[in-house]
Structure formats: structure tokens, C-alpha cells
């Protein structure tokens, strides 16, 4: 089980670092045209540098960088990278942080199962809007909708995270090192 996760885990990295490259290449494009668009004679000597072809570099980076985001935090940043205000559950007792760790866990999970609804049937608008670039490049099968689709995944996919968070809390208590820092147990 440990050696599938670790798989996925990295796979789901993997995916991120791809969509990080694309994006920096794609701004790098972005650049490049920018600054050989005065030159107008060397639009005409190779066409491959005609300004007018990459309007879609600006949406795509778009559309990665909320891939990026809603995959990062879904599949790759663990609940330790999490910025937390502490203080109060590291000086009270083993119970009572099992408590906390269970009402935040049910409290986060059920938000975002209950935001699912309404920002499905608003992705049911999103279905018949396409992208203003981004058929030049992936054609016009692409929808907004399957831009921030990835909005969904992230939802659900927090929520079984932190299901699993209650899960486990109930069952090891709070401590089983999810908040495990850095430093000399580590070494």
C-alpha cells in the first residue's frame, strides 16, 4: 500500500512539474514573439513568427496555472506545508487535539462536499462558453467547463483527504505524525 502511494504521489508531482514546463515554455513563446513583433521583416522571412498566431499563449498559461493550483493542492502539498495557527493545539492535551483534528476535519470536508452542488450547476453555464485563443491551439472541442473542471477534482479530492484525516484521528488520535516539523527527529 505504502509503495502505491508513494507511486501516485509522485506521478501527481510529476504531472504538476509537466504543466509548470509547459507554462514557463509557453511564457518564454509568450516573450519571444513579444519582442520580435517590430520586426516586421522577420515575420515576413519566417512566417512561424507572425505575432497573430500566438494569441493563445496568454489563456493557456491561464488555464495551467489554475491546473497547477487546484492539482497542487488537491494531489501534491501534504497537510504539514499548510500554513496552521497552532499555538493552542500543541499546549492542550492528546484528547482534546484528537477533538480538534475530528470537528476541523468534519467541518472542512463538509464545506466543500456542500459547495459542490452549487458549483457543479454553475459549470453547467461553462459547458457552452468556449475559450477566446485556445481553439487555435486545441480546437473547439474545449470548453470553459474543462478549464476549471479541475476545481471539482480539487474539492472532492480535499474532502477525502480530510474524511480520511477524521478517519484516522479517531481511530490513532491526532498525533500519528501528520504534524511532524522538520528538525533533529528528522535527521
Given at each position: 500500500?505504502?509503495?502505491?502511494?508513494?507511486?501516485?504521489?509522485?506521478?501527481?508531482?510529476?504531472?504538476?512539474?509537466i504543466m509548470?514546463?509547459?507554462m514557463f515554455?509557453t511564457?518564454?513563446?509568450?516573450?519571444?514573439?513579444?519582442?520580435?513583433?517590430?520586426?516586421?521583416?522577420?515575420?515576413?522571412?519566417v512566417?512561424?513568427?507572425?505575432?497573430?498566431?500566438?494569441?493563445w499563449?496568454?489563456?493557456f498559461?491561464?488555464?495551467?496555472?489554475?491546473w497547477?493550483?487546484?492539482?497542487?493542492?488537491?494531489f501534491v502539498?501534504?497537510?504539514?506545508?499548510?500554513?496552521?495557527?497552532?499555538m493552542?493545539?500543541?499546549?492542550?492535551?492528546?484528547?482534546?487535539?484528537?477533538?480538534?483534528?475530528?470537528?476541523g476535519?468534519?467541518?472542512?470536508?463538509?464545506?466543500?462536499?456542500?459547495s459542490?452542488?452549487?458549483?457543479?450547476?454553475?459549470?453547467?453555464?461553462?459547458?457552452?462558453?468556449?475559450?477566446?485563443?485556445?481553439?487555435?491551439l486545441?480546437?473547439?472541442?474545449?470548453?470553459?467547463?474543462?478549464?476549471?473542471?479541475?476545481y471539482?477534482?480539487?474539492?472532492?479530492?480535499v474532502?477525502l483527504?480530510?474524511?480520511?484525516?477524521?478517519w484516522?484521528?479517531?481511530?490513532?488520535?491526532?498525533?500519528?505524525?501528520l504534524?511532524?516539523?522538520?528538525?533533529?527527529?528528522?535527521?
Open positions: 500500500m505504502r509503495i502505491a502511494i508513494k507511486w501516485f504521489i509522485r506521478t501527481a508531482e510529476f504531472v504538476a512539474a509548470m514546463a509547459a515554455l511564457f518564454i513563446l509568450q516573450i519571444l514573439v513579444r519582442y520580435t513583433a517590430p520586426l516586421g521583416w522577420l515575420a515576413e522571412a512566417p512561424l513568427f507572425e505575432p497573430s498566431r500566438y494569441g499563449t496568454l489563456e498559461c491561464l488555464a495551467l496555472w489554475v497547477i493550483i487546484f492539482w497542487g493542492a488537491a502539498v501534504r497537510e504539514s506545508d499548510h500554513v496552521s495557527f497552532d493552542v493545539y500543541h499546549v492542550v492535551s492528546p484528547k482534546a487535539r484528537t477533538w480538534f483534528a475530528v470537528i476535519g468534519l467541518a472542512v470536508c463538509a464545506g466543500l462536499l456542500w459542490m452542488e452549487p458549483t457543479w450547476s454553475k459549470f453547467h453555464i461553462l459547458r457552452l462558453k468556449r475559450t477566446a485563443t485556445l481553439d487555435s486545441l480546437g473547439d472541442w474545449i470548453r470553459m467547463r474543462d478549464i476549471y473542471s479541475i471539482m477534482v480539487f474539492l472532492l479530492t474532502s483527504r480530510y474524511a480520511w484525516r477524521v484516522t484521528a479517531i481511530r490513532h488520535g491526532a498525533d500519528n505524525g504534524h511532524r516539523t522538520s528538525g533533529a527527529a528528522d535527521q
